[in-house]
């Protein structure tokens, strides 16, 4: 276990409901990241929340709304979802950049990830 | 072209051999890089980071990077079943974190 934790680790839903991800982290970690893996395709970078505060939006559609209520929690909102969001979900968490000493030296932690279905 | 490129495998290698991992990447001015493994249908979990040029050594595995060549290797020795994932480099520009679309390993007793 990596100390960062993410639920459900499976979700079926249709293109019409609401449903939200949710990562936890027991790291003590200031930076949270949510991370979308599809088949044959690199991890895509979606969110970044620094000291909770978003800091990076990767230009993800609109259906996903992320949301950091503090240091150790991050959501991710989903609705009126597209067959083609089906993928694995990816929570990480990382000490953050400027309070590792730099970029060199931040490491990022993932969760197990939820397996997103869009039916 | 792709800021991260590694050959997506598989690669086949006996249980005992070396395993010789490769990735190169486009921005000359990224500082670190990281090697994660992913078992199928599991999440990447970190196996060495680099910095500087050279090798760093951990237990089997061996990270070597040489940024002239804008290249980042990983060596397995003595390759075991349990190794058999997928093998994730990822290189960071400025505060993101670039992954490569990741080497499926295979080690066969």
């Known amino acids: 276990e990596t100390g960062v934790t993410q639920t459900p680790r499976h979700l079926v839903m249709g293109m019409t409901n609401k449903k939200s991800l949710k990562c936890e982290q027991h790291?003590?970690?200031?930076?949270m990241y949510w991370y979308k893996q599809s088949a044959k395709k690199p991890l895509e970078l979606m969110f970044v929340?620094?000291?909770?505060?978003?800091?990076e939006n990767n230009s993800v559609p609109s259906r996903f709304s992320p949301e950091c209520p503090n240091s150790s929690h991050l959501f991710l909102h989903l609705h009126t979802l597209q067959p083609e969001d089906s993928a694995l979900y990816l929570c990480?968490?990382?000490?953050?950049?400027?309070?590792?000493?730099?970029?060199?030296?931040?490491?990022?932690?993932f969760g197990p990830g939820t397996r997103l279905t869009v039916l | 072209q792709k800021e991260v490129e590694q050959n997506s495998g598989p690669l086949s290698v006996p249980e005992g051999a070396i395993a010789s991992l490769n990735c190169t990447y486009s921005?000359?001015?990224?500082?670190?890089f990281f090697w994660y493994r992913q078992y199928s249908g599991k999440s990447p979990e970190l196996i060495m980071s680099?910095?500087?040029?050279g090798d760093k050594e951990d237990g089997r595995f061996t990270a070597q990077l040489n940024k002239a060549s804008q290249y980042v290797s990983l060596l397995i020795r003595d390759s075991q079943p349990s190794d058999s994932a997928t093998y994730l480099c990822?290189?960071?520009?400025?505060?993101?974190?670039?992954f490569g679309t990741g080497t499926r390993l295979q080690v066969f007793p």
């Open positions: 990480a968490s990382s000490q953050g950049p400027r309070l590792a000493g730099g970029v060199g030296t931040d490491t990022q932690y």
């Open positions: 790291l003590g970690h200031n930076a």
């Open positions: 929340y620094s000291l909770e505060e978003r800091v």
């Open positions: 921005d000359r001015g990224s500082q670190s």
């Open positions: 680099i910095y500087s040029n």
């Open positions: 990822a290189v960071t520009n400025t505060d993101k974190l670039i």
